[in-house]
């Protein structure tokens, strides 16, 4: 059995709050999908604004690989002909070879939202479906509500997925649109309409009850044979079934092939690609791919997994491109350390001297206000300076941060810095939001034509915290900054008397580790 994968990032993700795609971006992810594996991807809707239109007339040059250009848009409005109908003509224009149509199959929509009469809803069905594939295109029809239509009025949802098959859709698309349907209810409904269509049956879940994925796998269970989603479950309100998840769980789970098994091993990738690309933050317990899916703490557990990883993990980390990460701090002593050096490729004994320094410094620095457990690429330097497996990429000379407000204006914040790189003395100034926004500016800019990869990198978190509060202004600070990239989240630490000095050390190990990962 084979499921085949219908991405709507491009136009359910962009709904998404926060989420807003340039035409550029909607490219690139596009490229990546079709890299990926997926069968469909929906574009956007042609006919609502003129940005999809540029979309599909750009990649109509850009020959994708594996996956088909989807073009998406509404049944004709009522008592119009087909062909008259706007959003119809605009989708002609886009030259998409697959045609998503949504249609009203809840009775209650029809007549209340459509005010339209039941008969005229299923004419509008028949007309657009065959309008379209009498040219010659491949037509999917999604049946909008379809499980609160069937539960308000099952003889009149069935007629609306039988029309839109007479007329020639090559799939029929059940669509939770509100969300709010429980699992075993998809399973029942799913099953009783895979018995009563010929044609391909598919899935497209959102996820205001939390079981968009479950939902959707259990679909497939009941006969349907595609899935659509969005990368990363991205969408309004509580956003649409996660794609990610749903081809892991597909592959490694109930055994059903999507995308090529050589493929699987991109979805941590795809995932923070699609996050960066739209300026959202990874989440950190994304299951499969999420920087903390695979991470352990404690004592007894991380032996545990250090003696059998099925132990304490239901799949290989690597076969979806994930890696285990071992939570660093005091209680987890030499063990942790040792297994933290083993993923590093660093070997380590139990009682080799060189265990024994660096939990020494390790216990000093974590005194000091230094949390390692959230800050796993300060570790991972720490340690590689401890194997001498670390060489400078840059010696500060000195920076200055000036923070000025005059009168009732707004506050500026510049920052000049002096930089060694590669023997060459750089010198330069950087305004910014704030003195650590103009710092990182400032670093970034001295830097960037001798590591040019930097400018893929940028902050996407900022945390301070005051440790010892009862020393009122002198107390330390700890700061977290979380840094991404197309590839991955890291986080590095500082600790210091002085918030800009913490930021600092914190943003130093940023772009070392960036720059010593993109080394090797
Ligand atoms: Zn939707």
């Not at 002609?92 to 005010?115: P, R």
């Not at 995932?271 to 300026?279: G, K, L, R, T």
Request: positive net charge; glycine residues 8%.
């Amino acid at each position: 059995m084979k499921v085949q994968i219908y991405d709507t990032t491009l136009r359910d993700g962009a709904q998404g709050e926060g989420i807003s795609y340039s035409v550029m971006d909607k490219v690139r992810i596009a490229k990546e999908l079709d890299r990926l594996g997926i069968h469909y991807i929906e574009g956007g809707w042609p006919g609502s604004n003129p940005k999809d239109m540029e979309f599909y007339l750009r990649m109509n040059k850009s020959r994708l690989k594996n996956t088909k250009l989807v073009a998406f848009g509404s049944t004709r409005r009522p008592k119009i002909e087909a062909a008259h109908d706007a959003n119809l003509k605009a989708i002609l224009k886009s030259q998409a070879q697959t045609v998503t149509i949504f249609g009203k199959t809840w009775d209650l929509h029809v007549v209340e939202v459509l005010k339209t009469t039941l008969d005229e809803n299923l004419n509008m069905i028949r007309d657009t479906v065959s309008f379209l594939t009498g040219r010659g295109l491949n037509v999917f029809y999604d049946a909008e509500h379809f499980f609160d239509a069937y539960r308000a009025n099952k003889e009149y949802a069935i007629k609306c997925v039988l029309a839109a098959q007479e007329a020639g859709a090559k799939a029929v698309v059940l669509c939770d649109t509100n969300g709010g349907t429980i699992t075993s209810e998809i399973l029942r409904v799913t099953g009783e309409i895979r018995r009563q269509i010929r044609v391909s049956l598919g899935i497209h879940c959102h996820n205001d009850t939390g079981l968009a994925v479950a939902n959707s796998l259990a679909a497939v269970e009941a006969g349907a044979d595609m899935v659509q989603g969005t990368i990363n479950g991205y969408g309004e309100r509580c956003g649409n079934a996660d794609l990610i998840p749903i081809i892991a769980n597909l592959k490694l789970k109930l055994n059903v092939d999507c995308i090529d098994d050589n493929k699987l091993k991109e979805l941590t990738h795809v995932s923070h690609f699609v996050s960066e690309v739209s300026n959202m933050k990874q989440r950190n317990d994304q299951p499969y791919v999420g920087s903390s899916a695979f991470a352990h703490k404690g004592g007894v557990h991380i032996n545990a997994v250090m003696k059998t990883p099925k132990s304490y993990e239901h799949v290989d980390p690597g076969l979806v491109g994930n890696r285990r990460k071992i939570l660093v701090s005091e209680l987890v002593g030499k063990t942790g350390i040792m297994l933290r050096a083993k993923d590093l490729e660093m070997d380590l004994g139990k009682e080799d001297a060189k265990t024994k320094k660096i939990l020494k410094l390790l216990q000093k620095l974590e005194n000091e206000g230094f949390h390692f457990e959230a800050a796993e690429a300060s570790f991972e330097l720490l340690m590689k300076k401890a194997f001498k497996k670390y060489k400078r990429f840059f010696e500060l000379e000195g920076f200055r941060v000036v923070v000025e407000k005059i009168s009732n204006k707004k506050v500026t914040s510049e920052a000049i810095i002096k930089l060694k790189v590669r023997g060459i003395k750089e010198h330069t100034a950087a305004e910014g939001d704030g003195p650590v926004n103009a710092l990182d500016n400032a670093v970034r800019k001295a830097l960037k034509d001798f590591y040019p990869t930097l400018s893929k990198m940028h902050l996407s978190d900022f945390k301070v915290r005051v440790l010892n509060e009862k020393a009122g202004t002198a107390a330390r600070v700890r700061v977290l900054i979380q840094s991404q990239d197309e590839a991955d989240t890291w986080s590095t630490i500082g600790v210091s008397e002085n918030i800009i000095e913490a930021s600092w050390q914190a943003l130093v190990d940023s772009i070392e580790y960036k720059l010593l990962k993109d080394q090797s």
